[in-house]
């Protein structure tokens, strides 16, 4: 399959590396006034071992920097489990591998692509969300993490409602995404995006991205969404920069989702 490149990531502007920890350093400077603040990156569409997946958790490894990764159970086979996990046995507490959706199939007719719309009954939904979470645990064991990301990033309420009734801890979507969830069920949701920026020049897609990173953390939770298969040469380079860039602010703590609701569970 052909995976999109955004525009950005045609060429890394010449300043990068200046303009990166300039935009961390801005960034965690305002957030400083306001308390804690935690990072976390979430890599979709993980089930297929390759160069690309090889390559980022490598960079996350050498620079041991935490990575919540969102498994699609039905892509998922035993084979391709041990060779995932295979390059990822240096530290098991560094990944966190959870669930996302079922198939990663749009069921909606109109509007915006959803996995789990409202076109969904609430059998389909338990069905495939319990059917996924199933075969995820058969076949992870103990290095499944019950949170849930949503395809394309969006669900509606009776989904929420069938997460918190089947015991998540919490789900995962875009910041500020309505319904929002409640009761029982934590939101640990990504507010910025790496690989699928829709910009039609580089000069806007950087300008948009350095403006969300810099939000991102001077609000005090950063979630940084990361698509392997669009990654190329220069969007690997770019996460070398900024995993290097963020390990130097030492304020800056660096979690995945278990990290992140344990703190919550003991505040
Ligand atoms: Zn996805």
Redesign the pocket.
């Known amino acids: 399959m052909q995976h999109e490149v955004s525009a950005i990531w045609h060429r890394l502007p010449a300043d990068i590396v200046n303009r990166t920890e300039r935009c961390v350093a801005a960034g965690c400077e305002q957030q400083s006034r306001s308390g804690d603040a935690h990072l976390f990156f979430r890599a ?2 993980i089930a297929v071992p390759g160069r690309n997946f090889t390559r980022l958790l490598k960079i996350f490894s050498d620079y041991r920097v935490p990575l919540c990764l ?1 498994v ?1 159970p039905a892509w998922l086979t035993r084979p391709r489990w041990l060779a995932l996990k295979g390059l990822a046995q240096d530290a098991a507490s560094r990944w966190c591998w959870h669930q ?2 079922w198939r ?1 199939v749009n069921h909606e007719t109109k509007g915006k692509k959803q996995e789990f719309g409202p076109t969904r009954s609430r059998a389909d939904l338990e069905h495939d969300i319990g059917g996924g979470r199933q075969r995820l645990e058969n076949l992870l064991g103990q290095d499944f993490y019950p949170v849930f990301t949503l ?2 990033n969006r669900c509606d309420q009776k989904t929420l409602d069938v997460l918190e009734d089947l015991g998540y801890a919490a789900v995962s979507r875009s910041r500020g995404s309505r319904p929002p969830a409640s009761g029982g069920l934590a939101s640990v949701d990504v507010n910025v995006d790496l690989h699928t920026r829709k910009e039609k020049t580089p000069a806007a897609g950087w300008q948009n991205l350095f403006d969300e990173l810099q939000q991102a953390i001077a609000a005090g939770h950063c979630g940084i969404m990361v698509h392997h298969q669009r990654m190329n040469r220069a969007a690997f380079d770019f996460l070398d920069i900024l995993l290097k860039t963020l390990k130097t602010q030492k304020d800056l703590e660096l979690v995945h989702f278990k990290n992140i609701i344990d703190e919550k569970r003991c505040a």
Do not use: F, I, R
């Open positions: 979709d569409d969102a699609v996302h959706g990663h395809p394309w």
